[in-house]
């Protein structure tokens, strides 16, 4: 009988008369997975995934931007848009429908929270917002990165029609007056509101 023989029957008298194999006929265990509950390291990877893929919708940008000036007015009109559109944002001649406050944010956040309330307005066919998001009174003060970046990011959106810095009274500098274009829904709701007034 051969050393490894003899280690064999050593081992299986070591085991006992009790020991059965896992499996009939296979040397493979059959592991049964349960389903419970994801645990805290799973959802963390969900949500990160599925925040990661809100920000592949979220196409602004984070890229290097110029600085405006911590003493110039922003403002930007989309071509075939009216001059009278933004002389009227400059001097609030529109109603803020909605207001957005940015104010001590990070960039990072800051381009969320725009890029949600700018989708959500258009959604509810708001055309007229204001955009609170303070000023530096130095070129690269916090409050003024903020606004550079705002300014780069609104140009961004086709929904954005124009924008300027709000009237002193209504924040100056620190805010912004965006208008949005009609949404196609609020288009039709106008087309079929003057066919009822000519029928």
């Known amino acids: ?14 085991l006992g008369n ?8 296979g040397d493979k265990a059959r592991v049964e997975r349960r389903r419970g509950t994801p645990s805290e390291a799973q959802l963390a990877r969900r949500e990160s995934a599925q925040q990661g893929l809100a920000d592949e ?5 984070d890229e290097f ?9 922003i403002e930007y009109r989309r071509d075939g848009i009216q001059i009278g559109v933004l002389e009227r944002l400059r001097h ?6 909605a207001r957005l406050h940015l104010l ?3 960039v990072l956040e800051c381009r969320r929270a725009l890029f949600g309330f700018l989708k959500d307005a258009y959604g509810h066919d708001l055309r007229s917002v ?34 300027a810095s709000a009237p002193p009274h209504q924040g100056g500098l620190g ?17 079929e509101r003057q066919q009822k007034r000519r029928g």
């Open 1 to 14: 009988m051969s050393h490894a023989t003899n280690e064999h029957q050593a081992f299986r008298q070591a």
């Open 18 to 25: 009790d020991v059965r194999p896992l499996t009939k006929g």
């Open 57 to 61: 919708r979220d196409f602004l940008s």
């Open 65 to 73: 931007v110029d600085l405006v000036g911590a003493h110039d007015p």
């Open 92 to 97: 609030g001649g529109y109603a803020a429908e």
């Open 104 to 106: 001590r944010m990070p």
């Open 130 to 163: 204001l955009i609170v998001h303070g000023r530096s009174s130095e070129d690269d003060g916090r409050a003024n990165v903020v606004r550079s970046y705002l300014h780069h990011w609104l140009q961004q959106f086709e929904e954005v029609q124009a924008f």
């Open 175 to 191: 805010a912004t007056f965006v208008m949005l274009r009609k949404s196609e829904r609020a288009r039709a709701n106008n087309r």
